[in-house]
């Protein structure tokens, strides 16, 4: 399926680099993807389209799925817009512009796909879990912040990018001692979390 797109797909990933946009990582993906399909993933929810990349891929890759996915930066939206317009996947793809934390959907999905703003994660849970189906599945990209969670921090100069590791152990750390969810992680692409609605009963 991606084969076909392949020149169109890369032209996408030299426009991230070139823009500093911060795509998936390849095994990152991959993972993504291979999940999507094991799991037989219908109906997926994106916090942080980026330029559409990560969405086009998931739609390429499975042929019945859908999506829909905020961006809050107009100009990455739109170029998002105009990439899942040369792919024809408008009808697969449905694209909102707003801060996802002001976006409230009616919709059950049974992915949703965290990878905006990595100190946001907490939040971004707590507004969408009335969104997750039952046996759906959170998935969390930037778990390991380009390493820096694995720093000792005081070897972190900057102020703010401690604030925001600090956040990303916090998240993590909300997910370890959940009573409602499990979580497994992944040392793949930058680090990824996988979580679940605990069994009851
Ligand atoms: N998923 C994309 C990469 C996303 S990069 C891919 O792999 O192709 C993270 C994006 O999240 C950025 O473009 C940023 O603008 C967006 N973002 C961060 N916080 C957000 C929020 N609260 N609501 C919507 N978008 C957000
Ligand atoms: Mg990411």
Redesign the pocket.
């Given at each position: 399926m991606i084969g076909k797109f392949h020149t169109m797909v890369k032209e996408i990933k030299d426009y991230?680099l070139k823009e500093n946009?911060?795509?998936?990582l390849d095994d990152?993906?991959e993972f993504l993807t291979t999940f999507i399909l094991k799991h037989q993933i219908t109906k997926v929810l994106?916090?942080?389209?980026?330029?559409?990349?990560?969405?086009i891929?998931m739609a390429l890759s499975s042929p019945n799925l859908k999506i829909v996915?905020?961006?809050?930066?107009e100009a990455?939206y739109l170029e998002a817009l105009k990439n899942v317009k040369k792919f024809d996947l408008e009808n697969r793809i449905t694209l909102i512009f707003?801060?996802?934390?002001n976006?409230n959907l009616d919709d059950k999905f049974d992915l949703i796909?965290l990878?905006?703003?990595k100190g946001?994660n907490i939040?971004?849970l707590e507004h969408f879990e009335g969104n997750l189906e039952k046996e759906g599945f959170f998935i969390t990209?930037n778990i390991n912040f380009h390493g820096y969670v694995k720093k000792d921090e005081r070897e972190i100069k900057s102020r703010n990018l401690r604030g925001l590791v600090k956040k990303i152990k916090k998240y993590i750390e909300y997910l370890k001692n959940s009573n409602v969810y499990s979580t497994k992680f992944y040392e793949i692409g930058d680090g990824i979390a996988v979580t679940n609605k605990k069994e009851v009963g």
């Open positions: 991230a946009v911060p795509i998936m990152g993906i994106e916090i942080g389209t980026a330029i559409g990349y990560s969405s891929i996915t905020i961006e809050r930066d990455r707003g801060d996802a934390l976006v796909f990878d905006g703003a946001k939040d971004f990209d």
